[in-house]
């Protein structure tokens, strides 16, 4: 997958679709640390998804594939239609010194539940060999309990997940009756969840302070990452790995 974006590289979509092409009996295997664009879901009858499983994984997929165990496991995150719906994609990556944050606390479904955001898969989905069925759900103020039951024919784990959130009228909850730090008035994009072009103005009310200048300049030193060293364009860029691995002195850098 490229580092990039979230999309996988082109030799395996084309792969992918060639294959669709002669046989439309396709199952795609994945195995990704985070969200990927799925452009070619089309092609697919299904999906199975080991993360980074490690040594043993590609047994463990067979085993599942096989129906020889079932596949339980929910998704970590929300998959995006595309990279450009992630609520950070206009900050990141980072340019020269700084990265800012301006997502703020929306940051995954936070974002696109808020901003009412289309996602390919959500937050917790997964599939399962088998059903169940969720019965006597009791709420209080201090727990929650309810009954969970295989309600297939196969063994199967389930992973129970609990949302809560507000559907209509007023809810109270005891606190502190601290002022809240924060204007609405001054934060309008932070209180919509529309933060995916917050002004400047607004991002320094919310940081409290005028945005840092991360430009590059002065001295560069081993402190500074290398990855982020690209944006500096500076001419003894290449002769930097070199440098700190072949001496115990701390190598700079002159940004142009």
């Known amino acids: 997958m490229s580092y990039t974006t979230c999309q996988s590289t082109q030799s395996q979509v084309d792969l992918l679709e060639a294959v669709a092409a002669v046989n439309p009996n396709v199952v795609a295997v994945m195995s990704a640390g985070s969200s990927v664009e799925m452009p070619w879901l089309d092609k697919c ?11 043993a994984g590609a047994g463990a997929m067979l085993q599942a594939l096989l129906g020889e165990i079932n596949p339980s496991g929910k998704l970590a995150e929300s998959y995006p239609l595309k990279y450009e719906n992630v609520s950070s994609a206009p900050y990141f990556p980072a340019k020269q010194r700084t990265a800012e944050y301006r997502e703020g606390l929306y940051v995954g479904y936070r974002y696109y539940e808020t901003a009412n955001v289309p996602v390919l898969f959500p937050f917790g989905f997964g599939l399962s060999y088998t059903t169940f069925q969720y019965s006597d759900l009791k709420v209080t103020d201090r727990e929650t309990s309810f009954t969970l039951k295989n309600t297939g024919s ?5 992973v129970a997940q609990l949302y809560i959130g507000k559907l209509s009228g007023n809810v109270s909850v005891a606190g502190t009756n601290a002022p809240n730090p924060y204007d609405k008035k001054i934060l309008a994009d932070y209180y919509t969840g529309n933060i995916q072009t917050v002004p400047d103005v607004e991002f320094e009310n919310l940081l409290g302070h005028p945005i840092p200048d991360g430009s590059w300049s002065g001295t560069l030193t081993i402190n500074d990452a290398l990855c982020q060293m690209y944006y500096a364009k500076g001419g003894q860029l290449s002769q930097l790995p070199a440098g700190v691995l072949g001496h115990n002195q701390s190598p700079v850098l002159r940004s142009r």
């Open 45 to 55: 009858k299904a999906v199975i998804h080991g993360y980074l499983c490690g040594q």
């Open 154 to 158: 196969v063994d199967g784990a389930e």
